[in-house]
């Protein structure tokens, strides 16, 4: 496998006169676990859904494990495994007749692997679909999606109606994804489940990406926060380039810093004889709120 | 029309144990089911007034004069099969009598199941779709759901009595009549709306509850056809409301009690599923939940086969009402052909049906296995509109997720559509024919000749359900509304359209208008290799479309 998994270049979708995607890029390469943010109504689904082969580009390329999603879907499915965002199963079936039919859709699963998957979810595979909880049938789903053995799986809002010790468990089986080098897509606005997960995080906004990269990269281009206490006043913090949030009560400094400006406000700090000095990098949540609150200009 | 909303005190006593608060919002959620409904009730209301009206409207240019009426009621009303599912004319010289007769049954019928549907669309299928989870979270009683679905069913009753009473009297068709004719047809079907609302406490789905009441307004109108096609009086038709609604002799020295009848066993029918509707928990039904097979034997591997596991038992329940309604037409196909051998006038008529003369038991034969034809097509469209809400609940996502194509996806329910739709005209001519043929001494003959008669309206069935399949592939938003407007057509043309006076041309404009009608008339295969040609371009103009577009949408 040469290239991306995953490549798409200024995509763009429409329904009528709403502009769902309006150039969106996103590349996911082999091997890693990739996570898709973005509030609801980005774009995220309908992203997913092209790539699916479901709907189809207005404009734009996508490329899907070397082929294109629209003409080989069918080629194309047997080699990756979809959980979509809205789980909705047969009423009459029960939850084994579910995984027996979809694995065999999808070109057979391993009976073995399976069964360990329904015990780990704690899943009663004789119950019919209609008795089933929310989260139940999403297991059901999960499990039918992480039973097969292929090289790209996609989750759209994977974690949503399980209890957190499910989410856990959903967690494991993707770390184990991971370690056995299979690539995953992974939509989701539970923050703290991408940032245990994914190595790799692209955020969508109104149809277009507006940052993709290593949680690690995208955490050195935001502003860290910074708690010191100086042992004198401090002076001139004001002409600090860079600065923001700050608050000082004469002893404590609070505020955030962009990366750059960081050694000023540093040597600032070391004349006024620091005492201690703490230092965060920005949480996956602050940087995501930052990223919506800076466009002002709405959707 | 309002019996079953009695006074919160009345209910309250039935009730005693329920506490007042079990009603508590039901005006509100009354509100909201009538302005869900906003198109479906006047619909459904006023246009089954309209077709009583237009039935009315019809007797002075068909029969002006009271020989040519006496002259019917004696050549009709000797006919069993005729009796059976119209019921007793009561008064065959007032213009009120023969539409009494003529449209009664049928309006009651029709109206009965709609509105047994739209109780279990405002209760049982709320309730399993979860939406009922997020109004019972609200200061909502447990019984207010199932008491605003029985209110919303009864405010459509209402209205059609009304509109109906008004019309009648409005053509001169004597005011007591006719408020005794549409009162009593709105409360014989206000009495399923009754037994919807305790199936809805049945079943756990809204398929298993429309599937029961439907099941009970078959077998009422079974029990009373029979009653009806016995000679004298059976006791038979004082059992249902459909006999309770004939009996009622509007136009013609009403007995008025028997509307009171329907009322008050419409209220203790709503009242038993009120009280069952407050006392169990939300999701839960009378029948036990089953546990099922842990795993789905091996031919379930595509959309196809998946199709025929999830249709095969509404394909039976389908099948065994054809077979039972074909043995009954069966049984009553010789006495109906010694009646008539010695009466010219029923001979004519059944000839100008047929369209020329032909051996009686042969007319008998095509006049009684069309009504298979349209039964084909209500099963082919329902189970065809099963793709649609395989796309919209989104079921569709997930199996094209896997590797197995649009184009087999649409076929799944399209082939359990088009099957299915060809084995219900084959076991509905084979069990008229045999049924038939074991009073005439051929079994296997008749069978084969009523099977062969009744298949013969295949491609025209094929057509008619091949174009909700086909819009599921191009069009999905028109699918359901195409779809009925095309059955409603033929049902209008080839049931109604000689009653209507519609000319000859609009009639057979139908696909079923086409069909040859052998063994009365000659073979001609042309009409039927052209509808199947047709119904082939269809259905690949449905698969030419589904490879293209997004979907869901």
Known sequence: MTGPVVAIHDLRKSFGSTHALVGLDLEVQAGEV?????????????????LMGLLRADAGTVSLLGGDPWQDAVALHSRLSYVPGDVALWPSLTGGETLDILGRMR?????????RLVDAFALDPGVKVSAYSKGNRQKVALIAALAADVELYVFDEPTDGLDPLMSEVFRTEVSALHRAGRTVLLSSHVLAEVDAVCDRISIVRAGRIVESGSLA?????QRMTIVAVTGHELHGIEDVPGLADVSYDGTTLRCTVEPAHLDELLSHLAAAGVVSLESRPP???????????QAGDGR | MTATAPPATHVDIVLSRAPRSAFAGTGGLLRLAL??????????????ALLLVAVASSWDRLYPTDADRLNLAQSLAGDPTLRSILGPIFDPLSTGGLTAWRAGTSTALVLALVVSFLVVRHSRADEAEGRMELVLGAAVGRAAPLAAAILSGAALLGLFAVVAALLLSALGLGVAGSVALASTVAAAALVFAGVASLTAQIARTSRGANGLAGLVVAVAFAVTAFGNGQDGTSPLVWATPFGWMQQTRAYADERWWLIGLSLVVAAALALAGLHVAARRDLGDGLVAQRRGRRSAPSWIAGPVALAWRLDRTYLV?????????GALEGSMLTTSVQLVEGNPEMVAILEKIAGGPADLRD???VTMTGLFGLIAAGFGITTALRLRAEEEDGRAELVLSTARSRVQWLLGHGSTALVGSTLILVVGGLSLGAVFGASDGDVVGQAWRAMLASALMAPAVWLVVAIPIALVGTLPRWAAPVAWLVLVWCVLAGYFGQVLGLPDWLQQSTPFGHVPLWPAQPMSWTPLVVLALLAAAVLAAGIAGIRRRDLPR
Do not use: C
């Open chain 1, 34 to 50: 990739h996570g898709f943010l973005g509030p609801n109504g980005a774009g995220k689904t309908t992203t997913l859904r092209i």
């Open chain 1, 217 to 221: 990269e995208l955490r050195h281009l």
């Open chain 2, 35 to 48: 302005r869900r409904d906003r198109i479906r009730i006047p619909v459904w209301a006023v246009g089954s």
């Open chain 1, 283 to 293: 949480t996956l949540e602050e940087m995501f709120l930052r990223y919506y609150e």
């Open chain 2, 363 to 365: 007319l008998f034969l």
């Open chain 2, 317 to 325: 329940v389908w099948l065994i009402a054809v077979a039972a309604l």
């Open chain 1, 107 to 115: 070109g057979g699963d391993d009976a073995q692997r399976r069964a």
